[in-house]
């Protein structure tokens, strides 16, 4: 029981943190279309993850967003593999995903990405926005696993503690 | 307890240095979060190494928000130095595409302003401020990764063993 409620509270805090993140995506290109100076705090929070170069970038209020489309779709295929989480493993299962599933997602991105890095090919945003969202979906898996069983391990080591005092 | 921080910090100092400096060279750093992933990766792969004990998904998210930190401060640095490069860079790569202006979308050449190169006290702590917090979520991620990668699988029993009832004791959820 204590499992589920740890894992389901790392859930519901991933998610909030995940609709923040790309509500701030497209705050940006809002601000800077009113002129707003806090548009710059808000291309520079994602400046250290994303090179937001507006030619590999979606557009919004004339402006282009604050990560590129590759980006986007990561973090687009993150909030859909909380769904997909919520509907698999039911707060209850906290095992990760296999290796061949994290191969078969990330594939795809690695290779588009390695083409275009060395102009192999050039592709369209909906791709790159295609193959970020695919590697998105498996991560959340990852993710919520691992913090989950961190707390659920720091519960036991305490239980265990107060259990060896008494 | 130190033996163990020991072990933790020397793979998270590694694999945050890589992922930093290729965080920070230009050009190169167009790959972005995944550098941080992939030295959260190596860290729990060097960690794997150096001990025997099979490893949790846990650990390598801890791991991973090592790495993650180390990765912000070195690259905070290597931006600081190379601003001066970043900056002659950018404006080569302006001259070259101010060719092609009217093709380019709106809101390109604000890319290469001038206030994307200052490097003041305030801002570069607020760039490591953020850093710090995105590269531990993304260390945490890629260490997680790493450990389903390279976790090891608990010791087989030697075959013709006695098979001995497993003391389950009281078990919570």
Known sequence: MKTKSRVRLVYFLTLAGTLLWLGLIFLAPYLKSRDSGLNIFAYLIFAPICHQIPARSFFLFGHPLAVCGRCLGIYFGFLGGMGLYAFRRRFSVTTLPRIRTFILATSPLVLDGMGNFFHLWSTPHWIRFLTGFLWGLILPFYFITGVSDFFINRDREKAERSKNIS | ?173
């Open chain 2, 1 to 173: 307890m130190n033996e163990q921080k020991t072990l933790v910090l020397t793979p998270a100092l590694i694999g945050g240095a890589i992922a930093g400096v290729l965080s920070g060279i230009p050009i190169v750093s167009c790959m972005c979060c995944l550098w941080i992933i992939g030295g959260a990766i190596l860290a729990t792969y060097l960690l794997s190494k150096t001990t025997s004990a099979p490893l949790t998904s846990s650990d390598g998210a801890i791991i991973g928000v090592f790495t993650g930190i180390v990765a912000a401060v070195v690259k905070t640095i290597l931006d600081v130095i190379l601003t001066p490069l970043n900056r002659e860079i950018y404006q080569r790569l302006m001259e070259r595409f101010a060719e092609y202006m009217q093709e380019m979308p709106p809101g390109f050449e604000d890319m290469f302003s001038e206030s994307s190169f200052e490097t003041t006290v305030p801002k570069i702590l607020f760039e490591l401020l953020i850093s710090g917090i995105i590269f531990s979520a993304l260390g945490a991620l890629g260490g997680i990764i790493g450990i389903s990668l390279f976790k090891k699988k608990p010791p087989q029993p030697p075959q013709g063993a006695p098979n001995v009832p497993e003391n389950t004791g009281n078990r919570q959820s």
